[in-house]
Nanobody, 124 residues
């Protein structure tokens, strides 16, 4: 089993730069990929970013490319999502998830374990 715990959400003004954290624990074996997804009210869950734990290759949705950065800390087994220049349309519940295959897909169906989510609300 793999456990994920997100933190760092909250109410942020437009243009703000919060950082989300995803602490990963359990049987991961170091070959997995971690992704961030988000879901706004009334909308489907959408891909935001992903990182391969081994090698560090990163992937981003076009809507956040250049504004968000995903990174990992080996020692803390934690993945971060640094969000800059936030817009009201970034308001959503943000989830981190683990893909055991390590591919780092953009599809939520490829991810096996999910955190409980953290709310990010961007005020205009």
């Amino acid at each position: 089993q793999v456990q994920l715990v997100e933190s760092g959400g909250g109410l942020v003004e437009a243009g703000g730069s919060p950082r989300l954290s995803c602490a990963v624990s359990g049987r991961t074996f170091g070959t997995y990929a971690v992704g961030w997804f988000r879901q706004a009210p009334g909308k489907e869950r959408e891909f935001v970013a992903a990182i391969r734990w081994s090698g560090g290759t990163t992937y981003y949705a076009d809507s956040v490319k250049g504004r968000f950065t995903i990174s990992r800390d080996y020692a803390k087994n934690t993945v971060y999502l640094q969000m800059n220049s936030l817009k009201p349309e970034d308001t959503a519940v943000y989830y981190c998830a683990v893909d055991r295959s390590g591919v780092g897909s953009r599809s939520a169906r490829e991810f096996d374990y999910w955190g409980q989510g953290t709310q990010v609300t961007v005020s205009s």
